[in-house]
């Protein structure tokens, strides 16, 4: 049997796509990010930025990069009621006008062929699953807008050069299109829903009612990615295919209480094979 290290890439023009990220108080990390955009190889691609009720320095940062920047950006905030992810993605979504989604965090730089990556393996009937290399705190702090530019932070030697522990998990950022082929097929990590980077059809996460708003910190996006299952979709590993860079910070939001209510949500969806929850994009009484 052939191993399917290298898929056939699709022949027909990429569908209308939107990014949707998502931010709250990050205004550094933010303008890294947005850096990492503005660098793709496929920019034809809108990008909504759904913050979740940040200060005024976020929105500094977003008003001043899409003055000098090509890309269609959108700004989707509401006020701060604590953490109300699952509430300004489904926001997100509604305001996106394309057919297909990539989904990622206002902490994580996207290689600059992040978009291609994922627009390259998008097929009907499945979404797709990503990763990320988690950074140090003071590789995060030293990282600037040349080296994103110049896609310095994308190397392991330039990373360990910079204070980044040696780790085996470096080997994320392969860049050789079959080992990173070959990497994806033998992972043993299963294709989950991250919230960090996957991506899908619009069209399916409506079908399912998008993000469930009863649910805070702890598995949220997973959470989606499991009724999509149970709506009949397959997930595919793309984590070496598509790579992105986690700003390290503190979690302040993340607590016991959210992570056991949350984990019983999933319980729930999976004993009970849930596809469409009642509080979502649309309030289904």
Same mark, same amino acid.
Request: hydrophobic share 35%.
């Given at each position: 049997? *052939?191993?399917? $290290?290298? @898929?056939?890439?699709?022949?027909?023009?990429?569908?209308?796509?939107?990014? $949707?990220?998502?931010?709250?108080?990050?205004?550094?990390?933010?303008?890294?990010?947005?850096? /990492?955009?503005?660098?793709? =190889? &496929? #920019?034809?691609?809108?990008?909504?930025?759904?913050?979740?009720?940040?200060?005024?320095? =976020?929105?500094?940062?977003?008003?001043?990069?899409?003055?000098?920047?090509?890309?269609? $950006? #959108?700004?989707?905030?509401?006020?701060?009621?604590?953490?109300?992810?699952?509430?300004?993605?489904?926001?997100?979504?509604?305001?996106?006008?394309?057919?297909?989604?990539?989904? *990622?965090?206002?902490?994580?730089?996207?290689?600059?062929?992040?978009?291609?990556?994922?627009?390259?393996?998008?097929?009907?009937?499945?979404?797709?699953? /990503? /990763?990320?290399?988690?950074?140090?705190?003071?590789?995060?702090?030293?990282?600037?807008?040349?080296?994103?530019?110049?896609?310095?932070?994308? &190397?392991?030697?330039?990373?360990?050069?910079?204070?980044?522990?040696?780790? &085996?998990?470096?080997?994320?950022?392969?860049?050789?299109?079959?080992?990173?082929?070959?990497?994806?097929?033998?992972?043993?990590?299963?294709?989950?829903?991250? /919230?960090?980077?996957?991506?899908?059809?619009?069209?399916?996460?409506?079908?399912?009612?998008?993000?469930? @708003?009863?649910? =805070?910190?702890?598995?949220?996006?997973?959470?989606?990615?499991?009724?999509?299952?149970?709506?009949?979709?397959?997930?595919?590993?793309?984590?070496?295919?598509?790579?992105?860079?986690?700003?390290?910070?503190?979690?302040?939001?993340?607590?016991?209480?959210?992570?056991?209510?949350?984990?019983? $949500?999933?319980?729930?969806?999976?004993?009970?094979?849930? =596809?469409?929850?009642?509080?979502?994009?649309? #309030?289904?009484?």
């Amino acid at each position: 049997m *052939t191993l399917p $290290i290298m @898929e056939k890439e699709a022949i027909n023009s990429y569908p209308k796509t939107g990014v $949707i990220l998502t931010t709250y108080n990050q205004p550094q990390w933010l303008q890294k990010v947005l850096w /990492g955009f503005e660098m793709q =190889t &496929h #920019k034809d691609f809108e990008l909504i930025i759904a913050d979740d009720g940040s200060a005024e320095e =976020t929105k500094e940062v977003i008003d001043e990069f899409s003055e000098n920047s090509s890309l269609e $950006i #959108k700004h989707i905030w509401h006020p701060d009621k604590g953490f109300q992810k699952c509430t300004i993605l489904n926001k997100a979504i509604i305001s996106c006008k394309s057919d297909y989604l990539i989904f *990622t965090d206002g902490d994580c730089i996207p290689r600059k062929d992040f978009v291609e990556a994922h627009l390259k393996r998008a097929r009907e009937g499945r979404f797709l699953s /990503g /990763g990320y290399l988690k950074l140090s705190m003071e590789v995060s702090k030293t990282i600037s807008r040349e080296d994103i530019v110049e896609q310095r932070p994308f &190397h392991a030697k330039w990373l360990r050069k910079n204070g980044q522990p040696f780790s &085996h998990k470096l080997i994320k950022l392969v860049k050789n299109p079959y080992a990173a082929g070959l990497l994806n097929f033998i992972t043993p990590t299963r294709p989950t829903w991250n /919230g960090h980077n996957v991506s899908g059809w619009k069209k399916d996460i409506l079908a399912v009612n998008g993000y469930n @708003e009863d649910m =805070t910190y702890g598995g949220l996006d997973r959470e989606l990615g499991e009724r999509l299952m149970n709506y009949g979709l397959n997930g595919k590993q793309i984590r070496y295919f598509a790579v992105c860079l986690h700003l390290d910070h503190p979690r302040p939001y993340k607590t016991r209480e959210s992570m056991d209510r949350n984990k019983a $949500i999933r319980q729930k969806v999976r004993r009970k094979k849930i =596809t469409r929850i009642s509080n979502g994009i649309e #309030k289904e009484k």
